[in-house]
């Protein structure tokens, strides 16, 4: 057996966990993440010839599960948007026009630590995936990957006034959810 080929065999045990933790925390799909870990063990095996020892197989190896992600979001932005209008008749007309009268009201929480609530978490992230998968894409690379608008523009090969429009449409609809699901019950 070759040095290589042991040393990935070693990767692959000492660094499955870790690499599985983060794709799912970034992607909150089990399958999903499985699937993107263990591409990035193929990757890493086709491309190990090419790893100099520069920084530890661990970064190594976080680096390419990074940019596994990003593809993710990258192909799930060219899907077209196709949304129930119907969601948005609280924020805006039939004309598309924003609704200057109807604004959030302010929530009545002070829990510091409302994102370690599990309760929370299923709450929140089933308003995440209730939003079109473009919206839901920009809003996971701004706040879980912490991509730059420039680059999530770059990226997912949008323009930044339609990057800030779906920010500020998925921001709402998540606070609308959020007020529903969470802070009405």
Not at 132 to 156: F, H, R, T
Request: hydrophobic residues 40%; negative net charge; charged residues 30%.
């Amino acid at each position: 057996m070759s040095k290589q080929v042991h040393d990935l065999s070693e990767w692959v045990e000492s660094h499955t966990s870790e690499l599985f933790s983060w794709a799912l925390f970034k992607l909150s799909d089990v399958e999903l993440a499985k699937d993107i870990v263990q591409e990035t063990f193929v990757a890493a095996a086709e491309k190990i010839q090419e790893f100099r020892g520069d920084s530890t197989p661990k970064t190594w190896l976080f680096s390419i599960l990074k940019f596994k992600i990003i593809d993710v979001y990258r192909k799930k932005a060219k899907i077209p948007i196709t949304t129930d209008t119907s969601t948005f008749t609280e924020f805006f007309n039939e004309d598309g026009s924003w609704i200057k009268t109807k604004k959030p009201q302010p929530w009545n929480d002070d829990d510091p630590h409302l994102l370690d609530d599990h309760d929370f978490q299923m709450v929140l992230k089933k308003c995440m995936d209730a939003l079109p998968e473009k919206w839901s894409a920009c809003m996971k690379l701004k706040y879980l990957v912490n991509k730059s608008g420039e680059d999530i523009c770059q990226e997912l090969d949008i323009t930044p006034t339609n990057f800030w429009q779906i920010m500020h449409r998925a921001k709402l609809n998540l606070r609308d959810c959020i007020d529903k699901n969470w802070f009405a019950n």
